[in-house]
């Protein structure tokens, strides 16, 4: 089992940016695919972007895409999440999973792939 630990979150104003991370430990992260998601109050858990753990594959939502960028530092075991031009329907606790992968292939983008999540780190997004 692998133990994620997220830091980064807090409070910005509209148009901000913020820098998450989310530290891996206890595992190796080979055949990997490290992803965050979020959730804000009353809403379902939401894709947000993932990455493999070899290669340079990323997905980004809809929602997300041309503001963020996910990368990850494999010597550190490290996953981070660069957001930029925030909004306000940003506002949510984003959370840090990982879901063990026979292939590198096919899509990612459902909570119940990922087996280990971290505790999440709030980000609130001022108008």
């Known amino acids: 089992q692998v133990q994620l630990v997220e830091s980064g979150g807090g409070l910005v104003q509209a148009g901000g940016s913020l820098r998450l991370s989310c530290a891996a430990s206890?595992?190796?992260?080979?055949?990997?695919?490290m992803a965050w998601f979020r959730q804000a109050p009353r809403k379902e858990r939401e894709f947000v972007a993932a990455?493999?753990?070899?290669?340079?594959?990323?997905d980004y939502a809809d929602s997300v895409k041309g503001r963020f960028t996910i990368s990850r530092d494999n010597a550190k075991n490290t996953v981070h999440l660069q957001m930029n031009s925030l909004k306000p329907e940003d506002t949510a606790v984003y959370y840090c999973?990982?879901?063990?992968?026979?292939?590198?292939?096919?899509?990612?983008?459902?909570?119940?792939?990922?087996?280990?999540w971290g505790q999440g780190t709030q980000v609130t997004v001022s108008s």
């Open positions: 990455i493999r753990w070899s290669g340079d594959s990323t």
């Open positions: 206890g595992r190796t992260l080979s055949m990997s695919v």
């Open positions: 999973a990982v879901a063990w992968v026979l292939s590198y292939r096919g899509t990612y983008f459902r909570p119940d792939q990922y087996t280990d």
